[in-house]
């Protein structure tokens, strides 16, 4: 790194620092989580991808370290919540596949990832948060940064023709990742769409945007995921469904417009093969992995296809029996068991103002696991921010696990909590929303 690099990042580095140990809570809601949407690698210790938002977290464990022991701090969030400690246990199986891996270095790498997003990231999340509101707001600014990656991708679309065949890449971001963030960025702003009806027109042109740009990315996978994000919010949210209807018939419409003919033109030679061909193939070899190893799978990272080169068979839950067998795969269901349980407790949560942020969290953890059944899974970034709504939707839970019976606004019609959460109450006041 040159001298003048490092003059300039000097001040930006050590401000970081002071941000974290003064308000841990804004630096984690806003400078870690808006973070997550720049995956490019920093460098590769031990051949694993080191990006921005992992060194943001380390430095926001180590104040919250130092906040905890002065009391400024609350404990990690960790016995009191079914759905980390499943996330404990998922990661603990990867961990213990050491002892009959067949590949001890990538194990030990996968198991130390797996320990970040299943644990450290649900934690932090679930834990530091102290109000609704700080949730909503950083979920905004994520918002904010995912329209700023539209604006690059459709911009990478128009100028460049071999977008629209292969998919639009970006500088340290494929067209996958770059569809996921935009799939992200689609369902929360559908979920504020339905909490804000003073911004509606604000986040309608947001949500056209990120549209926008999940559709220059060309990723199925992240169409497919935004779809089922939607269905999750409508789902909580028990409204929305005629807007959820037009969102997925876009995003169909658009599929055949602009994706399935370049689609159609890279086959159209002979001796091509489309990427769904493939997928078939991949999961065909997982499958005979899984014969073979029934019980106890490969290891955690350990899975590597020798026929088509890829060691990952674009599936989560094949993976996971590939690599960690039954142990592992009923592990993950038990985690997703408790999650769909969680959403269920929102759809009928009294405090809809926190239930939209919930729904936006919970749409933004489908539509990466959708994903990640037919693309590659627990990758930095895209697993980041799976795991950090998670830990967001335990949060909300806790700031309104108080709430009484709900109280009725009849200007709005909307239900509002008997005892608002410390700072909220203003933010209600401006949405059109009133508890009194």
Not at 62 to 91: C, E, H, Q, T, Y
Not at 229 to 258: K, T
């Amino acid at each position: 790194m040159s001298p003048v690099l490092l003059v300039v990042l000097a001040p930006f580095a050590v401000g970081l620092v002071v941000w974290a140990i003064v308000d841990l809570e804004r630096y984690l809601m806003f400078a870690v989580l808006t973070s997550i949407v720049f995956p490019a690698s920093l460098g590769k210790p031990g051949g694993a991808n080191i990006a921005a938002a992992d060194v943001l977290l380390l430095l926001a464990l180590v104040s919250w370290l130092i906040n905890n022991a002065v009391g400024n701090a609350p404990d990690p969030m960790v016995r009191g919540s079914k759905l980390i400690l499943a996330g404990v246990a998922f990661a603990a199986i990867q961990a213990v596949s050491l002892i009959w891996t067949t590949n001890p270095h990538r194990t030990l790498q996968f198991s130390i990832q797996a320990f970040e997003l299943f644990v450290i990231f649900p934690a932090v999340f679930a834990s530091l948060p102290r109000s609704v509101r700080i949730v909503e707001k950083g979920l905004i600014l994520f918002l904010g940064a995912t329209a700023v990656l539209a604006v690059a991708l459709l911009f990478v679309y128009a100028t460049n023709p071999t977008a629209r065949q292969a998919g639009t890449y970006l500088p340290g971001m494929g067209k996958n990742p770059a569809g996921s963030y935009e799939a992200f960025g689609l369902v929360i702003g559908y979920a504020l769409f339905l909490l804000r009806p003073r911004l509606r027109w604000l986040l309608v042109l947001v949500v056209l945007l990120d549209a926008g740009g999940l559709v220059a990315s060309a990723s199925r996978g992240a169409m497919l995921g935004a779809a089922a994000g939607i269905f999750v919010v409508s789902l909580i949210m028990r409204r929305g469904a005629a807007a959820a209807a037009m969102a997925m018939l876009i995003l169909v419409a658009a599929y055949f417009v602009v994706i399935a003919p370049g689609e159609a033109a890279k086959t159209a030679h002979a001796g091509a093969y489309s990427s769904a061909s493939l997928r078939l193939q991949l999961w065909g070899a997982a499958l005979h992995t899984i014969h073979l190893h029934p019980f106890l799978g490969v290891g955690a990272g350990a899975y590597y296809d020798f026929r088509n080169g890829q060691s990952d068979p674009n599936n989560t839950l094949l993976r996971t029996w590939a690599e960690t067998g039954i142990l592992g795969l009923l592990a993950l269901m038990y985690l997703l068991f408790v999650y769909s349980q969680m959403v269920a407790r929102w759809r009928r949560h009294p405090d809809r103002y926190a239930a939209a942020l919930a729904a936006a969290c919970a749409g933004v953890f489908m539509v990466q696991f959708m994903h990640s059944e037919v693309d590659v899974s627990w990758v930095r970034g895209l697993g980041s921010m799976m795991f950090a709504s998670l830990g967001m939707t335990i949060a909300l839970e806790r700031l309104t696990e108080h709430e009484t019976a709900p109280a009725i606004d009849p200007a709005t019609t909307e239900a509002v909590p008997a005892r608002a959460a410390p700072g909220d109450e203003r933010l209600r006041a401006r949405i059109g929303m009133s508890s009194e």
